[in-house]
C-alpha cells in the first residue's frame, strides 16, 4: 500500500457484510455487545472521545507537550521502539528495538521537531542507538532529537495483566472508559504517541481493540481473516507471527504473487481527534500516523477467544457438560451465562420456526453444536500446542520426514491396538464427525481461523490423523457435485502460503500410516522388520 493513496476507499472484492460500519453517535453498552461486536467486523464511531480531557490537552501543537510533561513528571521512564528501517516499523526484531528513555527526553525532542522538523532526518542516529546498547541502557544519551524513527508504541496505562508495565498510569485521569465498553475486562489500555510521521507494518492482533485517537490523524487499512492468503503471513512458530510478510513500502510481487490483489479485499478509513475505530480481533490492520498523532486503544478478550480457543474453564465445562437428544439432533445443555457457557453464542439448534436470519453474522453459527465443540478441541489443541512450543523454544523440524521420525515412539501404529485413536487426539475428534460436518467445520477454520487451520495440518497432523481426513475427503467428494468439490478445496488450500507443502504433509502422512501398519503385519506374524525407503 503507497502512503500517496490518501482518503479512505473500499476493495472492490470486499465482502459488503465484512465493510466496516460508521455510527454518528455512540452506541448503548447493549447494542454493542448484542450487534456490534458479533458481527466480527469493524466500526467506526465519530467523535464518540472528544469529550475527553485528553482530546483537548493533549495536542502537541496546542500546549499539550507541556501539559503531559507536567502531568507524568521528570523522573518516569518508558519504553520507545526505535526503527532501524525508516519511518516504517516492522514487526520482527532485526527491524526494531525497544529502548528504555525519560518521558520528558522523549517529550524534549518532540518540542525539537515541532520547532523544526526538518532537522531530523538523520536516520543514523537510529542505527546507532540499535548497535549501541549502553546509548539503550543510559536513554539513548540525548540522540533523540536527532532521529525521526521513535514511537511509544503501547507503553500501558493500565495492564491487567504486568501491573508493573503501567509506567503512564497517571494518565487514566484524562480518559474515560466508553459507555458501550462498560462492563468489559480489559487486558489492557496503552498509549501510542509518534513524532514524526510513521508507519505500521500490517498484523493482527489477538484481542478486540477499540483505537481511539486524541491528537493528529491516523489512517487505517482493514483486512478480514479471510483475506490472509494474499497477506502472507509470517511463520506460525516465527516471533512474529502476526505480522504479514509483505513490504508495505516495495512489496516484492515476484515472491508474494498473490499480494498483488490484496488492496481488493482491503477497507481504509481516516480517524481524525475525537474518533474511534473497533478492530475485531484476528483482522489485519495497517497505520499510518500522521507528525504529533497520539492515541489511545483498549484490548479485550473477545468471546471468541474467550469461550472458544484458550478459556481453560470453558475446556473443563464443555467436557463435563451433559449432552441430551432433542427433535434428533444433539444440542449441549444450556451452562451458566456468568461462567461462560455456549448460551452466550446463542448457538443451540434452532427450530423450523425459529430465526436463522442471525445465522449470517458469524460462521461459527452455522455449525452444529457438536460439531462446533469438536472445533473448539481442535482449536484448543493447536494453540496449547504452539504455547507450548513458544515456552519451550522449540524449533521446527526441517522436513515432514523428521518430523514424524521425531515422533515415531510417541504416534507407533500397532495392526491390533483397539486404543489406536487414543495416540492421536486430532484424529480422535475428527473420526465420529460425518464428513459433511467436517466439510462444515474446516470451511469455518478456512474463513475465521486460517492460521488455526495451516497450523494444524502442516505441524500437527500425526500420520493417522492424515489417513482419517484424507478418507474424510473421498467421503465428501462421493456426497457432493463437482462444483461442490472444487469449491471446498479451493477454500481449503487457498489457506496455505504454499498449497502443495498442504499437499505433500497429507500424502506423507497417509503414506507414513500405510507404511507403518505394513511393517507392524510383518513383524507381528513374520518377523521382518522392514525399512521405509527414503
Known amino acids: 500500500m503507497r502512503p500517496e493513496d490518501d482518503g479512505e476507499f473500499v476493495g472492490a472484492r470486499l465482502d459488503s457484510g465484512l465493510r466496516a460500519a460508521r455510527f454518528a453517535s455512540p452506541p448503548s453498552a447493549e447494542e454493542f455487545a448484542d450487534a456490534i461486536e458479533p458481527r466480527n467486523a469493524p466500526a467506526v464511531f465519530r467523535g464518540v472521545v472528544k469529550d475527553w480531557k485528553a482530546s483537548f490537552r493533549w495536542d502537541p501543537r496546542h500546549g499539550g507537550l507541556d501539559y503531559l510533561l507536567e502531568k507524568v513528571g521528570p523522573d518516569v521512564d518508558v519504553e520507545a521502539m526505535i526503527s532501524s528501517t525508516g519511518h516504517v516499523f516492522y514487526g520482527d526484531l532485526r527491524s526494531h528495538e525497544r529502548v528504555l528513555?525519560?518521558?520528558?527526553?522523549?517529550?524534549?525532542?518532540?518540542?525539537?521537531?515541532?520547532?523544526?522538523?526538518?532537522?531530523?532526518?538523520?536516520?543514523?542516529?537510529?542505527?546507532?542507538?540499535?548497535?549501541n546498547p549502553t546509548a539503550s541502557e543510559t536513554g539513548c544519551s540525548g540522540s533523540l532529537d536527532s532521529c525521526d524513527q521513535v514511537y511509544l508504541a503501547q507503553v500501558s496505562i493500565l495492564n491487567n495483566e504486568n501491573k508493573e508495565r503501567c509506567s503512564l498510569e497517571v494518565l487514566k485521569e484524562d480518559i474515560k472508559e466508553p459507555t458501550f465498553l462498560r462492563g468489559k475486562p480489559f487486558s489492557s489500555i496503552n498509549i501510542w504517541m509518534n513524532r514524526a510521521h510513521l508507519r505500521s507494518s500490517t498484523h493482527y492482533d489477538p484481542h478486540h481493540n477499540l483505537l481511539c485517537v486524541v491528537a493528529g490523524c491516523k489512517k487505517v487499512t482493514l483486512w478480514p481473516p479471510s483475506a490472509s492468503p494474499y497477506l502472507y503471513p509470517m511463520p506460525v512458530y516465527g516471533e512474529a507471527s502476526n505480522h504479514s510478510s509483505v513490504s508495505i513500502e516495495e512489496p516484492d510481487y515476484?515472491?508474494?504473487?498473490?499480494?498483488?490483489?490484496?488492496?481488493?479485499y482491503s477497507e481504509r478509513v481516516i480517524l481524525n481527534c475525537g474518533d474511534a475505530l473497533f478492530i475485531p480481533e484476528g483482522w489485519y490492520h495497517q497505520v499510518d500516523s500522521d507528525d504529533f498523532t497520539i492515541a489511545i486503544n483498549f484490548w479485550w478478550k473477545s468471546r471468541i477467544m474467550t469461550e472458544i480457543l484458550v478459556d481453560k474453564e470453558m475446556n473443563k465445562m464443555v467436557q463435563e457438560s451433559s449432552v441430551c437428544h432433542s427433535k434428533g439432533s444433539t444440542v449441549i445443555q444450556p451452562m451458566d451465562e456468568a461462567k461462560g457457557g455456549f448460551e452466550q453464542l446463542n448457538l443451540h439448534s434452532q427450530g423450523a420456526d425459529s430465526d436463522t436470519s442471525d445465522k449470517k453474522d458469524s460462521p461459527l453459527q452455522t455449525l452444529e453444536p457438536s460439531t462446533l465443540q469438536a472445533l473448539y478441541e481442535l482449536i484448543s489443541l493447536v494453540h496449547n500446542s504452539v504455547e507450548l512450543v513458544s515456552q519451550n523454544e522449540v524449533s521446527e523440524p526441517t522436513s515432514q520426514n523428521e518430523s514424524y521420525n521425531q515422533s515415531n515412539e510417541r504416534k507407533k501404529?500397532?495392526?491390533?491396538?483397539?486404543?489406536?485413536?487414543?495416540?492421536?487426539?486430532?484424529?480422535?475428534?475428527?473420526?465420529?464427525?460425518?464428513?459433511l460436518e467436517l466439510q462444515s467445520m474446516l470451511l469455518v477454520m478456512a474463513r475465521t481461523f486460517p492460521r488455526t487451520l495451516e497450523a494444524l495440518v502442516l505441524n500437527m497432523l500425526g500420520p493417522i490423523g492424515a489417513e482419517i481426513l484424507t478418507r474424510k475427503f473421498d467421503e465428501m467428494d462421493q456426497q457432493a457435485t463437482k462444483e461442490q468439490q472444487s469449491e471446498f478445496y479451493k477454500t481449503f488450500y487457498n489457506v496455505f502460503d504454499d498449497q502443495y507443502a498442504a499437499m505433500d504433509s497429507l500424502l506423507n502422512g497417509k503414506e507414513f500410516f500405510s507404511f507403518q501398519v505394513f511393517q507392524n503385519v510383518l513383524e507381528q506374524y513374520i518377523g521382518v522388520h522392514a525399512d521405509r525407503p527414503n
Not at 518521558?103 to 536516520?123: E, G, Q, V
Not at 515476484?254 to 481488493?264: G, I
Not at 501404529?413 to 473420526?431: F, P, Y
Request: charged share 25%; with cysteine.
Open 101 to 131: 528513555v525519560p518521558f520528558s527526553k522523549f517529550i524534549h525532542s518532540c518540542r525539537s521537531y515541532l520547532r523544526n522538523p526538518n532537522a531530523s532526518s538523520d536516520s543514523s542516529k537510529a542505527q546507532e542507538i540499535l548497535n
Open 254 to 264: 515476484s515472491s508474494y504473487t498473490r499480494a498483488k490483489h490484496m488492496k481488493e
Open 413 to 435: 501404529i500397532t495392526a491390533d491396538d483397539s486404543s489406536l485413536l487414543e495416540k492421536d487426539a486430532i484424529a480422535k475428534i475428527m473420526l465420529p464427525l460425518e464428513p
